[in-house]
């Protein structure tokens, strides 16, 4: 069983693993490979002077989440169930995994979210027409179930997809842990 499951490969699901991975957390990244930044430039993402392309950054993110450590799986979920202690996804390939807990990065599909008995409410940007609805911590009405970046109301913009999907994975870390989660190192003396 996993610690924590991440639905969504997209910057917030990539940052999310890559904070859940680094903490220690058993963690799995699940990825239909249907991120809506796929298809988009993007010139405003902090640490890309001269913009990025929407593919460049979910593959950087993918490839950061799995150096962290997490178990990166290609597959489409289509369900998600409470089941004893945590979790049952299901993909659409018949594979099952369960987990502790779930975050889910969605983008701004929430049908999943709506079957695994998430609050749903309208959303607050123009073309995104419903969202999860969340506590300020990131959690849904779902006890284990978590929602981050747009699929939970934050805006479609890149950089701030990601820093949500970080901002609610160090949450479900401090929950699990009992205290406060802070990933941030001093870099080494020069020699």
């Given amino acids: 069983m996993y610690d924590v499951a991440i639905v969504g490969a997209g910057p917030a699901g990539a940052s999310a693993a890559t904070f859940t991975a680094r903490a220690g957390l058993k963690t799995l990244l699940l990825d239909a490979d249907q991120s809506m930044t796929r298809r988009a430039w993007i010139p405003n993402h902090l640490g890309f002077p001269d913009g990025v392309t929407g593919n460049d950054l979910v593959d950087l993110g993918k490839k950061q989440a799995q150096t962290a450590g997490a178990n990166l799986v290609k597959a489409k979920v289509t369900a998600v169930r409470r089941e004893g202690e945590g979790f049952r996804l299901e993909t659409e390939g018949g594979e099952a995994y369960e987990a502790r807990q779930v975050i889910l990065c969605l983008g701004a599909n ?66 699990v842990k009992g205290a406060r989660h802070v990933d941030h190192e001093v870099m080494p003396a020069s020699k």
């Fill in 110 to 175: 929430c049908e999943l979210a709506r079957q695994a008995g998430a609050e749903i409410v309208e959303g607050p940007e123009p073309r995104i027409k419903e969202v999860v609805a969340v506590d300020r911590e990131g959690r849904t009405r779902v006890e284990g179930l978590w929602a981050a970046g747009t699929c939970a109301g934050t805006s479609v913009h890149t950089i701030i997809t990601a820093g949500d999907g970080a901002r609610v994975a160090i949450n479900l870390i401090s929950a």
